[in-house]
């Protein structure tokens, strides 16, 4: 079966930082968009990052700057560089592979911001 497996969540104090990374297995990613979205308790989830095979690059207007996605198809890997990290950057990040009439999901990582 398809997997996405994430890793790199954690606690990080505010203005750190901390890295994501996906990793696929299972089939071929190559020409898939590839995608970070984030759900906080009691909130939609919403579209973080995204960046095509193509390497053009979506983002949140509230991460902008902060914020880098990138992704090494060789490895079937999507990573993500979050810096500059504040409390409303809290929530459950999953990464997401979609294209071609498939949709495959990461399981989800936890980013605690907090003092």
């Known amino acids: 079966q398809v997997q996405l497996v994430e890793s790199g969540g954690g606690l990080v104090e505010p203005g750190g930082s901390l890295s994501l990374s996906c990793t696929g297995s299972g089939s071929t990613f190559s020409g898939m968009v590839m995608s970070w979205y984030r759900q906080a308790p009691g909130k939609q989830r919403e579209l973080v990052a995204s960046?095509?095979?193509?390497?053009?690059?979506h983002y949140l207007n509230s991460v902008k700057g902060r914020f880098t996605v990138s992704r090494d198809d060789a490895k079937n890997t999507l990573y993500l560089q979050m810096s500059a990290l504040q409390p409303e950057d809290t929530a459950i990040y999953y990464c997401?592979?979609?294209?071609?009439?498939?949709?495959?999901w990461g399981q989800g990582s936890q980013v605690t911001v907090s003092l």
């Open positions: 960046l095509t095979s193509g390497t053009n690059s």
């Open positions: 997401r592979f979609t294209g071609g009439g498939y949709d495959y």
